[in-house]
């Protein structure tokens, strides 16, 4: 027995039976001197009898840390023989204790006892054969712990340097093994090979991995305390830019300002998307810096979610007597608009409940569109907004910007209806013929949807990002003409055309509305200025020439001025009457002729009527007949469509020659040369056709036309009269000019209602169908005479045979 315990000790095998302290979440190496805190009773009573035994040790690690009660498998059977150094009883009842270790060891046994883990051990030979892959080895760990000190922070250099001394490659495993940051299961693996190279190759591949974590983590700790320095550096100067703020008095209190907001948020009266999207912007508020950019553009967002009406209502009056005589104190005439409007408030009446129409007056500048649809406001009880479309080129003024733009607003729809502070007003968007198209979209394509009762109830923004209901707007667009409006805009409203006033019209505006008000705004009083009736009509006819007023309330303010000034000269009780003789003195010289009908009847001088947007106007046609070859000369700067009507003209007067008459070559000896005064003034359009016809004809016949009589239609070449357009006008113009009789086509004769009855009385209007009906009337003559032939009177006009020519072509 001896014998075999010498060979054991001699070759480090030697045996010992000591008790077991089994280790969570570390493991002692050969050389570590570690506290170890004891709580448990077996552990506690293992080290008790260490220490009153010799004090050796058995340290071996628990395979699973979190067993309180571990059994003999779950405790790794390789670990480290130790020494207990010192043993301190805590007051908790743990214990503390300093522990060494001596050398590696292995359980050969597991000993009964009933108070703490009792095994015999056996020691692990720590001999080798120096070698140079081992030199190489260490060399190589030596190396590579350099670079691991310098990572490691919690390891000092003095380290680095006892480790760069060892030689003992036993010893340099166990003291680098004790300063690594490994797995357990790494460093349990270092203590139980026990071939020493496989030790050291395994050592430098844990160091290595280790190093390369260190490296990792040193650069991210790098990127992070940029990162941190960064928003430190922001934070420092938000906090002196508060600082200074509050020094000065003008410190907004953003936690206030929140709470405020929160308060508007909870009493806004919101549709539910609208709702679930505002409280979702705030909270996104409240985790930012109030100083950031991106908390202003969603401070900005919520703001004007806030501000929008969007359940916010006015009350309508749907009393049509009283909105029908507010319309009526506001304009004078304009039956139609104001028939459609209490037409619309009848249906509200009954209904209760309607989808705003969309209402479109077209008409000449000046005639009351806009001022129209201030008064449908004011009868309605509602709000009133105007968005001016002129010039309008953009798609984002109508539907706004996103908000990823910088500078992002809402579109023109939305900022106004922030404006009428209610969700229901009339809105005016005027001059919506004046829309053009560029690179950045159409705007009459994004109104569409604004103006389609059938799609406006979820008018998309592209700022708010959500559904506005414009479905109880009253829209009322206004326009000069219809060419500029797109088709498909058209079709979306309702055309109300409003015509020039008639002169009457005008002169009732002017007495009820406008000398009224340029009274009051010149500073005078009714006392000191008066205007005569033939005053006034001689300011609407020589001194303006328009189809609504704002000409004429300029003349009337010019006038108000001078005798503003004469009653500041004389004093305030001045009085001055404005009559026909004396508008010369005020005005100045008439800016404008008056159109009459001629003193005399003329031989190839006919009246017909023009249509302008300035209202009607008289057309005097001039025809001459001179020697020549048979050309037609036409001035007068006229259009294509007035140069064919008056081609086609000719030849009906051609086609009826004979019965009228005229040689069978009259026309190839004469020049015929047709006139429209006045000069500059472009014309175009087909309505002057029997006018044409008739100046012509009395020009070949030698017979005059009647001065009191005036014509307008479009004549065709078998000589039926088509009808024209703007008949009210025209009559007016006529009646203006003091003619008696007018011809107009048959098929105008549904129009005759719109012209006033006042006009009617004074001008008489004669239907006809065919252009020998407008000769018989228009041209003098004598009694008894007959104007066309009878048939038996004149031979059809046919080419004598033989002497048809074959029609050469140059070459």
Not at 277 to 301: D, G
Not at 326 to 351: C, F, M
Request: charged share 30%; proline share 5%; net charge positive.
């Amino acid at each position: 027995m001896f014998k075999k315990n010498s060979i054991e000790n001699f070759l480090g095998r030697e045996k010992k039976q000591v008790p077991l302290l089994p280790l969570r979440d570390i493991v002692v190496f050969p050389g570590m001197v570690i506290p170890l805190f004891v709580g448990r009773e077996k552990s506690i009573n293992a080290l008790k009898y260490a220490l009153s035994q010799g004090k050796e040790i058995f340290l071996s690690t628990q395979k699973n840390a979190k067993i309180d009660d571990p059994a003999l498998r779950d405790i790794y059977p390789y670990g480290t023989l130790g020494i207990v150094l010192q043993l301190l009883k805590m007051p908790d009842g743990t214990v503390k204790s300093l522990v060494e270790g001596k050398s590696r060891a292995k359980i050969k046994n597991y000993l009964p006892d009933s108070g703490f883990f009792m095994v015999e051990v056996e020691k692990i030979s720590e001999h080798y054969e120096p070698n140079t892959k081992t030199e190489a080895l260490i060399r190589s760990i030596h190396s590579l712990f350099e670079s691991y000190t310098k990572l490691n922070q919690k390891i000092g250099e003095d380290v680095a340097e006892i480790v760069t001394s060892i030689i003992d490659p036993s010893q340099l495993v166990n003291t680098v093994a004790a300063h690594l940051t490994a797995k357990i299961k790494e460093k349990q693996s270092l203590l139980e090979i026990e071939d020493i190279n496989s030790r050291l190759e395994r050592l430098y591949k844990i160091l290595n991995a280790e190093t390369d974590i260190l490296k990792l983590e040193e650069s991210l700790r790098q990127r992070v305390k940029k990162q941190m320095e960064k928003t430190q550096k922001n934070y420092y100067l938000n906090e002196q830019m508060r600082a200074i703020q509050k020094e000065m008095g003008t410190q907004d209190d953003f936690a206030s300002e929140l709470k405020d907001l929160e308060r508007k948020i909870k009493n806004k009266n919101l549709p539910k998307e609208a709702a679930a999207k505002i409280r979702q912007e705030f909270k996104k508020l409240k985790m930012m810096t109030p100083m950031s950019a991106e908390a202003t553009v969603v401070r900005n967002y919520i703001d004007w979610i806030l501000s929008l009406p969007w359940l916010t209502r006015t009350k309508d009056k749907l009393n049509i007597q009283e909105a029908e005589t507010i319309l009526e104190e506001d304009h004078y005439g304009l039956s139609k608009p104001k028939e459609r409007i209490l037409e619309y408030l009848a249906v509200q009446n009954l209904t209760k409940k309607i989808k705003g129409p969309i209402l479109c007056f077209v008409g000449p500048p000046g005639v009351g569109k806009t001022s129209l649809a201030k008064s449908v406001a004011r009868s309605m009880g509602r709000n009133f907004i105007r968005l001016s479309l002129g010039g309008v080129r953009d798609e984002a003024e109508i539907r706004g910007h996103r908000r990823t733009y910088i500078g992002a607003m809402p579109g023109k729809i939305i900022q106004y209806l922030k404006r009428a502070k209610s969700n229901n007003p009339v809105f005016c968007l005027d001059e919506v013929d004046k829309m053009s198209t560029d690179f950045r979209g159409d705007p009459s394509a994004a109104l569409l949807e604004v103006l389609d009762p059938e799609q406006n109830y979820a008018f998309n923004d592209h700022y708010l990002d959500l559904d506005y209901n414009l479905s109880e707007v009253l829209f009322i667009t206004t326009a000069n003409e219809l060419n500029g409006i797109p088709a498909p805009l058209q079709d979306r409203m309702e055309i109300i055309r409003l015509p020039g006033y008639t002169e009457i019209e005008k002169l009732h505006i002017a007495k009820r509305f406008l000398i009224k008000k340029q009274i009051e705004q010149n500073g005078l009083s009714g006392d000191n200025i008066s205007f005569s009736d033939q005053a006034i009509l001689n300011i609407i006819r020589y001194y303006t020439r328009e189809a609504g007023v704002r000409n004429s309330e300029r003349e009337i303010a010019a006038v108000c001025r001078k005798v503003a000034r004469e009653v500041a000269k004389k004093g305030i009780s001045t009085k001055i009457g404005i009559s026909a003789n004396s508008l010369h003195r005020h005005l100045g010289v008439p800016k404008f002729h008056y159109g009459q009908k001629e003193e005399k009847d003329e031989i190839g001088l006919a009246t017909g009527l023009a249509w302008t947007s300035a209202g009607g106007e008289l057309l005097h046609i001039e025809t001459t007949v001179m020697p020549g070859k048979g050309n037609l000369v036409l001035t007068g700067t006229l259009g294509d469509v007035m140069k064919e009507s008056a081609k086609a003209a000719l030849s009906y007067v051609r086609t009826r020659g004979r019965k009228l008459g005229l040689p069978d070559d009259f026309y190839e000896k004469v020049d015929i040369h047709v006139h429209i005064p006045e000069g500059a003034t472009p014309k175009d359009g087909p309505s002057a056709g029997i006018t044409v016809a008739t100046s012509i004809a009395s020009a070949l016949l030698r017979k005059s036309v009647k001065r009191n009589l005036a014509m307008t239609g479009e004549i065709t070449l078998r000589g039926r009269i088509l009808p024209i357009g703007g008949l009210k006008e025209k009559i007016i113009a006529a009646h203006r000019g003091r003619i008696e009789q007018v011809l107009i086509p048959q098929e105008n004769k549904k129009d005759i209602e719109e012209i006033p009855a006042m006009v009617l009385k004074k001008v008489e209007l004669i239907l006809v169908e065919h252009m020998d009906a407008v000769l018989e009337k228009a041209l003098t003559i004598v009694k008894g005479e007959e104007l066309f032939l009878p048939e038996d009177r004149f031979q059809p006009f046919t080419l004598p045979k033989g002497e048809i020519k074959p029609q050469t072509t140059a070459h």
